[in-house]
T-cell receptor, first 112, second 113 residues
Framework: KAGVTQTPRYLIKTRGQQVTLSCSPI?????VSWYQQTPGQGLQFLFE???????NKGNFPGRFSGRQFSNSRSEMNVSTLELGDSALYLC???????????FGPGTRLTVL | SQQGEEDPQALSIQEGENATMNCSYK?????LQWYRQNSGRGLVHLIL?????REKHSGRLRVTLDTSKKSSSLLITASRAADTASYFC?????????????FGKGTKLSVIP
């Protein structure tokens, strides 16, 4: 079974731009979660989607948004990029709320 | 916010030795999961232990959970250089509407050949 895939793997943007990251979950998994990892704050939860509905959102500004499609693929968008948005963005999928969460390789975003 | 706190923050051992990492958390959980991460890459899932379980094994890994002390430990036996990585514990809350994992800051393990 193929794992979680994320595209692109690396991105370089400038302040003020916007970016869209994509995640394809493991086949059969309907829950997709997004996390941000930075050296200072560690791994922080962004949001979780199940059957195209956002069920939970972390403590991030409204510039961070996401969506899930009917095939469970998910995208997250960050608008008006700031230097502090430079991070590794990780997507995880799971079969159910209390099952293992499997992570993709991440998208490394650098904001200049 | 960080719920899990790993201890120690860094650990350096010789190949063949055992490595033990500890994790403490604050609120009631449904399960606790351990992950490995190599140099800023994605997280590799190691093991999940549920709140009603006390111990689980997977290959050279042994995980224990003590819900009365809100703590867990990960033991890697007969370590190898390839085990060099950061290890994170993540808790899944037991409350309704709790869908995310809450991570600790991790233990950086170095295994010296």
């Amino acid at each position: 079974k193929a794992g979680v895939t994320q595209t692109p793997r690396y991105l370089i943007k400038t302040r003020g731009q916007q970016v869209t990251l994509s995640c394809s979950p493991i086949s059969g998994h309907r829950s997709v979660s997004w996390y941000q990892q930075t050296p200072g704050q560690g791994l922080q939860f962004l949001f979780e989607y199940f059957s195209e509905t956002q069920r939970n959102k972390g403590n991030f500004p409204g510039r961070f948004s996401g969506r899930q499609f009917s095939n469970s693929r998910s995208e997250m968008n960050v608008s008006t990029l700031e230097l502090g948005d430079s991070a590794l963005y990780l997507c995880a999928s799971s079969f159910g709320a209390n099952n293992e969460q499997f992570f993709g390789p991440g998208t490394r975003l650098t904001v200049l | 916010s960080q719920q899990g706190e790993e201890d120690p923050q860094a650990l350096s051992i010789q190949e063949g030795e055992n490595a033990t990492m500890n994790c403490s958390y604050k609120t009631s959980i449904n399960n606790l999961q351990w992950y490995r991460q190599n140099s800023g890459r994605g997280l590799v899932h190691l093991i999940l232990i549920r709140s009603n379980e006390r111990e689980k094994h997977s290959g050279r890994l042994r995980v224990t959970l003590d819900t009365s002390k809100k703590s867990s430990s990960l033991l890697i036996t007969a370590s190898r250089a390839a085990d060099t990585a950061s290890y994170f514990c993540a808790t899944k809350g037991s409350g309704a509407g709790s869908y995310q994992l809450t991570f600790g800051k991790g233990t950086k393990l170095s295994v010296i050949p």
